[in-house]
């Protein structure tokens, strides 16, 4: 069925016809100038402190991060998460240029396929476009270079986020998306397929007792590549982890 036939049938069910030449005008004009919504302050931080907002929301929704100095770092810091987690060497992974120009050969025991996931894969490497700060989602545009599969069938998701792909609110992302390959019929991009992603998946619908993995992984893990030269600052992991490393230190907060 044609976009004017779809178009057609939903005027024939509201009872009207076409919008008159004013409405028409105000509507063009919505679409062409993408006017902003609103951006909730908690983004609106220093660098350093609009990062360490990301992860800390990946760590609420039940996400995990791993920040790694560079793209070189990413075979070990894959390899020993899936030793950590009990699962096996085998990743499905997004035939992205930024994974697929890693040198691997660090990780003999690795095995890789750049590929769409199928309903056997249990662990994918996915390419995330951006991240978004105020709520620590993770935006992922459908590319023939980032499969939507690969977000979707295997129980456990790695995504490689970059630093500097960090945005602090989501219109900034929507701005950046249009900006990244414009055309005269949309004055933007869109993929046919965009996913926000917020930690694993879960549902309580079920006498309101969370599961996890209720409609994609149950599990998320972010590789955070450090590529940019702005201070850092601790995740509450991070702290955690220095503090009981450290004998007689404080606890952490939360500890």
Known sequence: MSKDAILGAIRRGLKRGPLPADQQAMLAGRIATHPRHLIPARSRLPRPEQIALFIRNVEKEFGTVERVPDHAAIP???????????LPSRVVMAPHPDLTGIDWSTRPMLE????????????????????????????????????????????????????????????????????????????????????????????ADIEQTLELGAHGPRRLHILLVEDEPAPRMESPAEARAEATTQPGAPAAPGD
Do not use: C, K
């Open 112 to 203: 890789r396929e750049a590929r769409r996931a199928e309903a056997s894969d249990a662990v994918s490497l996915q390419h995330a476009w951006a991240g978004i700060a105020e709520t620590g989602t993770l935006v992922l545009p459908s590319a023939a270079e980032r499969p939507t599969t690969l977000n979707l069938l295997p129980d456990t998701e790695i995504a490689v986020l970059r630093a500097s792909d960090v945005v602090g609110a989501y219109e900034e992302a929507w701005d950046r998306l249009r900006a990244g390959a414009p055309d005269a019929l949309t004055g933007g991009f869109m993929p046919r397929n965009i996913m926000l992603v917020t930690g694993p998946s879960r549902s």
């Open 76 to 86: 070990a810091a894959v390899a020993d998460y899936l030793a950590a987690q009990n």
